[in-house]
């Protein structure tokens, strides 16, 4: 085999527009009088790696907010990417103290003490840079197709002395000029129209930069020939905006390989972006998104939570944050809180700049103070640190270190294996292949779907257990059954579960497989093909249960060991108990 030609779609340049508001405590009207003051002689601001100086803007529609605008910045490596996360915190720092010297305090977006709370809420906005018309038809279906994930994940809510309120996007549950993106065919000139007609007689608006990513940019921006994405509310940190920035690079880039092989995205019907939409606007990551089964109309509607289209949306983007060198420090604020909230049994972790805004008001009462916040803002380490990630590790060290771990492996992708067909063929293992016929076995998350077909027989049940089992390596579903929420969980562990006959209760942390209770569960799960193990014991001895199936090794007679369940609940008078559950498949 002869290689012939080798593709790789490089990053392009993106503009980033970084945005807040301003707060003039004691003044109805003062927020705007000193955005426009500010505007007619802005502070000099410092250039980025591109030598191009940033700038400050401000919007008919938010009167009270600002953006530092970067102008396009080239993304493509680790290094480029600090420098311009450096020079746009020196800026954000800058305009902080510009603020303040003109009586007035520069906040994150959201502050409810504001005469206008409207007034302040802004977007991050970013605006990839295309090369062709249909690069920007892909790009736009390929966001449009993602919009629940990623508002979900940058959704930002009011904030107050109080605390912050719940939901998910405080912006765009009050925006009325914004509307969701519709599908493009074509960005020939006739069909953008035919666009803008649809868009007059469904929303009463004719211009397409009021969707969540507009296919021509921003003119106000100074984005007039980019795809420009305003689907992430402004983030508190400057670490959380090139985060984001970084995942609209790797989504470009994926945009592109789909133009090259002249691929299209997939048309997912309108009504249901706009439910999904709604659910991530109202709910943020606690969202449950329907899933698209246009070719599957004979199923009942399915959902999945928002935090698990976001792991899935990682998955998919990951070749391009390869590409790009992405490093753990840098999607860290994007991916890690997420994984610990669908992964872990404790509660708490910090997902998004909402919980992190939730989190210290929980730690300190005035943590959300506007002096405190202003004092933030004006610098810039401050501004470029990972405050999602300290406030994991000080929740809970141990799982914020194993999702390091976990991202740190998901980026550096599987090892390159050494090419040893000739030793395979002068020393075959016939034992080593799999029976012609016989399927792959069912991944996890492939087991869950089957199992969530409505009356699915006891046999089939069986089947796809069994098939599951054949993989090697530990068999856990708690992790993919969390990532599901918590209904679906739920139903899907009813279905696990065998018979009472099956069950086995056990008292304490078992010693090897000759103990009586294990002995009965192996002899039950050879009777009828699957047995349980079940505990229930002090949230503390959950560990010791945990170590002692560990040290027991595999079961005898190829009998496979699945983790259905673990995790603490709270019994009688607060009492913190912990459930395992340990089903035992007989081959």
Request: a positive charge.
């Amino acid at each position: 085999m002869t290689l012939v030609a080798l593709y790789r779609s490089a990053p392009l340049r993106q503009r980033i527009s970084k945005g807040y508001s301003v707060y003039v405590p004691g003044h109805g009207r003062g927020a705007e009088e000193l955005v426009g003051s500010l505007l007619a002689g802005p502070p000099p601001l410092p250039a980025g790696p591109s030598g191009q100086p940033h700038t400050v803007r401000g919007s008919a529609r938010a009167r009270a907010a600002l953006w530092v605008d970067t102008g396009r910045v080239s993304l493509h490596d680790p290094a480029t990417r600090a420098r311009t996360a450096e020079a746009l915190a020196v800026s954000v720092a800058r305009v902080a103290a510009d603020v303040r010297r003109r009586g007035g305090l520069l906040l994150p977006t959201g502050w409810q003490q504001q005469p206008d709370p409207l007034a302040g809420l802004c977007a991050d906005l970013h605006s990839a840079e295309v090369l062709n018309p249909v690069q920007r038809e892909v790009f736009t279906n390929l966001v449009r197709e993602h919009t629940a994930s990623l508002i979900a994940l940058g959704g930002r809510q009011l904030y107050g002395p109080g605390g912050v309120a719940p939901g998910g996007s405080a912006r765009l549950s009050r925006s009325f000029d914004q509307v969701s993106t519709r599908y493009l065919d074509s960005c020939a000139p006739e069909h953008l129209e035919r666009v803008r007609t649809r868009l007059r007689q469904e929303e009463r608006v004719g211009r397409l930069e009021v969707m969540d990513v507009s296919p021509l940019g921003m003119p106000e921006a100074q984005a007039g020939e980019d795809v420009t994405v305003r689907l992430f509310d402004a983030q508190v940190t400057v670490a959380g905006t090139l985060a984001h920035a970084l995942l609209v690079q790797a989504l470009s880039m994926w945009s592109r390989d789909l133009e090259r092989t002249g691929r299209r995205v997939r048309q997912v019907p309108q009504f249901l972006l706009e439910q999904n939409r709604a659910r991530a606007v109202a709910h943020g990551l606690a969202a449950e998104l329907r899933v698209d089964q246009t070719r599957r109309t004979e199923e009942p509607p399915r959902t999945q939570s928002a935090g698990r289209a976001v792991r899935t949306l990682l998955s998919e983007l990951l070749p391009y944050l390869r590409q790009l060198d992405a490093t753990t420090d840098e999607l860290a604020p994007l991916f890690l809180g997420v994984e610990m909230a669908g992964s872990a049994a404790a509660s708490g972790f910090v997902r998004n700049e909402n919980d992190l805004l939730a989190h210290w008001h929980r730690e300190d009462r005035t943590a959300l103070a506007p002096e405190r916040l202003a004092q933030g803002l004006a610098s810039p380490d401050w501004l470029t640190a990972d405050h999602c990630g300290a406030s994991n590790r000080a929740v809970g060290h141990g799982s914020w270190a194993a999702a390091r771990v976990w991202l740190t492996d998901r980026l550096a992708g599987p090892a390159p294996q050494p090419d040893r067909r000739h030793e395979a063929q002068r020393d075959r293992r016939p034992e080593s292949r799999r029976e012609p016929g016989r399927p792959a076995p069912l991944t996890a998350d492939q087991l869950l779907d089957r199992l969530a077909r409505p009356d699915l027989p006891a046999p089939e049940v069986m089947d796809a257990l069994r098939s599951y089992c054949r993989a090697g390596g530990t068999l856990d579903l708690t992790r993919p059954l969390r990532s599901r929420g918590r209904d679906e969980a739920r139903a899907l562990r009813r279905v696990l579960r065998p018979r009472a006959g099956q069950r086995v209760r056990c008292e304490k942390p078992p010693v090897s497989w000759d103990d009586a209770t294990a002995t009965r569960a192996l002899r039950a799960a050879g009777e009828q093909g699957v047995a349980l193990m079940h505990w229930d014991l002090p949230a503390q001895d959950r560990a010791r249960v945990r170590e002692a199936l560990r040290g027991m090794g595999r079961a005898p007679g190829g009998v496979r060991t699945v983790l259905l369940n673990d995790t603490n609940y709270t019994a009688r008078e607060d009492e913190r108990r912990g459930t395992v559950e340990v089903l035992l498949v007989a081959p």
